[in-house]
């Protein structure tokens, strides 16, 4: 006889899946920005100066927050300032950045091959408040850390994935249509790393992108320090 409790659990989580699904599926594109283009041949890179990782969880520390919460809501206000500093109007103005989430266990970290889904961040580039700003955000990554939404993305990549080339770029053209930038943070290191005796002193990388997603931010702390890179298509 079924368990009544597990059946119920079951209904809750199906429940939940297609709920994600849906609103995967609805979500509406991202408005147009400067940060907003095709993929191109030409590339722009920039790197912000190190940030001290301790500056960063002493300001997590007092306001409840994370790590990641502070980062990601400083670099929505840099978006912010950009777009100031070059005359468009930010204040209504919110972006998504898809994230990309592990979904393979520790013990299958060192396998070959992706297991990954995504998440849509929302960037709350309209408030120039930094304390409204890093709250917005906090709140905004509790819920995706509630919710099924890596494992349904998760889902429709596998199935894009095996779809003829054609329905592929189209699908993934309106996939990317609802974000504006890959964003990527990766705990690194927090020891000095050597190779062939010289000591690495600083450590950067560049997330992929596609479709109409020309935007790129990296983040990575390592050693005690907080790295910023960015990869643009035409700023």
């Known amino acids: 006889r079924a368990n009544p409790a597990l059946l119920e659990k079951g209904a809750s989580e199906v429940a939940d899946i297609a709920g994600e699904l849906f609103n995967a599926l609805t979500l509406p594109d991202d408005p147009p920005t400067v940060f907003k283009s095709k993929l191109s041949v030409r590339k722009n890179a920039a790197w912000a100066d190190s940030i001290e990782l301790d500056q960063v969880k002493a300001i997590a520390n007092a306001t409840g927050t994370t790590v990641n919460d502070v980062l990601i809501s400083n670099l929505a206000g840099a978006l912010r300032e950009y777009m100031l500093k070059i005359g468009d109007d930010p204040n209504e103005i919110v972006i998504n950045a898809t994230v990309p989430v592990n979904l393979r266990p520790l013990e299958h970290a060192k396998n070959l091959g992706n297991h990954f889904g ?90 992929p992108q596609n479709g109409t997603i020309g935007m790129g931010i990296s983040i990575l702390s390592y050693n005690g320090k907080v790295e910023f890179g960015l990869s643009l298509i035409h700023i």
């Open 118 to 207: 995504l998440v849509f961040l929302k960037l709350p580039i309209f408030e120039s408040n930094p304390l409204k700003r890093l709250k917005y955000v906090h709140d905004e990554m509790n819920e995706l850390k509630k919710s099924k939404q890596a494992i349904v993305s998760f889902g429709l990549l596998s199935a894009i994935g095996m779809a003829p080339a054609a329905v592929q770029t189209m699908l993934l053209d309106q996939f990317s249509r609802k974000a504006t930038t890959v964003l990527t943070n990766v705990p690194g290191p927090q020891v000095p790393l050597y190779v062939s005796g010289a000591k690495v002193d600083k450590i950067m990388f560049w997330v």
